[in-house]
């Protein structure tokens, strides 16, 4: 599979199912300048993400952006890319773009160590989005990580406005924003203001 090049600068988009229609969302992230799309529908069926993806994957592609299915590992060919958790098992041959999320250094070596691509890293802030994650680390542990990290890392959890100047000051150069936008009166206001 060839799929855009991986350059995560920016706002790292995140199409939650919870929020509304991840397609929809999808658009919204692109129109606002998204340097990645990540489709994540934890309740729904493989055939309803199967068709969210069919349906934005040229739109992407057109964009230039990678499409990145979360967990769903069956269906990672028909997306740029796969995203998985901790517990997700190893990622499939042929799946085009790795990204694993990780809460430690102990995972960022083992995550590199199995070559993905890119790093997901929190929760930076307390989150309510997910409630398992736990409590949020602060920059400190970030600033670690990036250190090192040879790979891409993206900031998760917590992530508002307010909080974004003093993160980038961290050195990260991509954050994945979840309920700040897709809860905000404005998402794609908001998604640009996270992106800019």
Not at 29 to 49: F, I, M, P
Not at 81 to 87: S, T
Not at 142 to 157: C, E, F, H, Y
Request: hydrophobic share 45%; with cysteine.
């Amino acid at each position: 599979m060839t799929g855009p090049a991986l350059s995560l600068r920016g706002l790292y988009g995140m199409a939650d199912a919870d929020f509304g229609d991840p397609v929809a969302l999808s658009e919204m992230l692109l129109d606002a300048g998204a340097c990645a799309v990540q489709l994540r529908a934890k309740t729904w069926s493989d055939e309803k993400v199967a068709q969210a993806l069919r349906q934005l994957l040229p739109r992407c592609q057109a964009a230039g952006v990678p499409l990145i299915v979360n967990d769903r590992a069956a269906l990672a060919h028909l997306a740029d890319g796969l995203h998985l958790g901790q517990n997700d098992g190893p990622f499939p041959e042929n799946c085009g773009l790795k990204g694993r999320s990780t809460h430690d250094l102990e995972q960022l070596r083992a995550a590199m160590q199995e070559g993905v691509d890119y790093v997901g890293f929190g929760p930076i802030y307390t989150t309510a989005t997910k409630a398992e994650a736990g409590p949020g680390q602060g920059l400190a542990p970030l600033g670690k990580v990036l250190q090192q990290s040879r790979i891409p890392v993206v900031a998760i959890g917590g992530i508002t406005l307010a909080r974004l100047p003093e993160l980038r000051r961290s050195g990260v150069q991509s954050w994945a924003v979840i309920s700040a936008i897709l809860g905000a009166p404005d998402p794609l206001a908001a998604a640009r203001a996270f992106h800019d």
